[in-house]
């Protein structure tokens, strides 16, 4: 994504939001970032950072953990949804896939992805129609569909948890810590899928990730949060190649990969907390 895309009309636009938890703790500190239409975005951080929070105040779900936008705005597409339901915000095309997957383990793969497609009202041809397609880009999930979700394997119930986000006809997906307790293997795998899903079905999607390594490899632009700011942001080369960033988030420093043994005597200090 170049700066002139960042410029032109993204699908969603955070602007300089704050949010507090239980009334006096403040988590987010004037957070904005964009996302254009047909891009992948990386929210990138240590745990604890702000990126799930980020999230959750954009998919309207801060409330149900007693959180709330206090400043600033979420819009989408132009038009402001920060005051909407998640309900609503899903029939506007953007869902958000949770960190953890959150399968319901006692339904089959099959109904998992059933699910997804509440909101719609196209039909049940359109729905196992766009069901045959997610299966073509999970061919695992096909030969899982009438197994229990609580039964497969971790990297199923991602790419079952992706599916059903999917199976809502999604124009941005919100996808939070994909890479959580999976194989290397797995991971390129799902990341893989998600590229697809961007490049074939027009998907956006913002992607919150510790693995700052994979993100960048597969996303067109990245924000560094750190304690609730944004401080630094990029497209993805730039991030890559940015010495901050290959010390503090990669582990390489100038000299090569970083002895950890070593970690609490940095001689370098991040530019933007001097």
């Not at 915000?89 to 960190?99: A, D, F, H, S, T």
């Not at 197994?147 to 006809?169: L, P």
Request: hydrophobic share 40%; proline share 3%.
């Amino acid at each position: 994504m170049t700066e002139t895309a960042q410029t032109t009309q993204p699908i969603l636009a955070v602007n300089n939001i704050e949010v507090i938890y239980d009334h006096v703790i403040l988590v987010l500190k004037g957070v904005s970032l964009k996302v254009p239409k047909g891009g992948i975005v990386a929210l990138l951080g240590a745990n604890g950072a702000g990126k799930t929070t980020t999230l959750k105040a954009i998919s309207n779900l801060l409330h149900a953990e007693r959180g709330e936008v206090t400043k600033g705005s979420v819009e989408m597409n132009g038009l402001r949804v920060d005051k909407l339901s998640p309900n609503d915000l899903v029939r506007r095309g953007c869902i958000q896939v949770m960190e953890g997957r959150h399968c319901f383990g006692h339904l089959t793969i099959e109904e998992n992805l059933l699910t997804g497609a509440f909101t719609r009202k196209d039909g049940r041809a359109a729905v196992q129609r766009d069901l045959e397609g997610i299966y073509a880009y999970f061919p695992k999930l096909k030969q899982r569909r009438q197994s229990m979700a609580g039964y497969t394997s971790g990297g199923e119930q991602q790419m079952c948890a992706i599916g059903r986000a999917m199976m809502s006809k999604p124009s941005m997906i919100l996808l939070d810590e994909p890479s959580m307790g999976l194989a290397p293997q797995i991971v390129a795998e799902i990341f893989d899928i998600v590229r697809d899903l961007n490049a074939r079905e027009g998907v956006s999607f913002l992607l919150a990730e510790q693995n700052t390594s994979i993100a960048l490899r597969y996303a067109d632009w990245g924000y560094i949060l750190e304690n609730g700011r944004v401080v630094l942001d990029g497209d993805a080369a730039s991030l890559r190649d940015n010495e901050d960033v290959k010390e503090f988030y990669l582990g390489v420093s100038g000299a090569g990969r970083k002895n950890f043994r070593d970690s609490k005597n940095y001689k370098r200090r991040k530019r933007w907390l001097a």
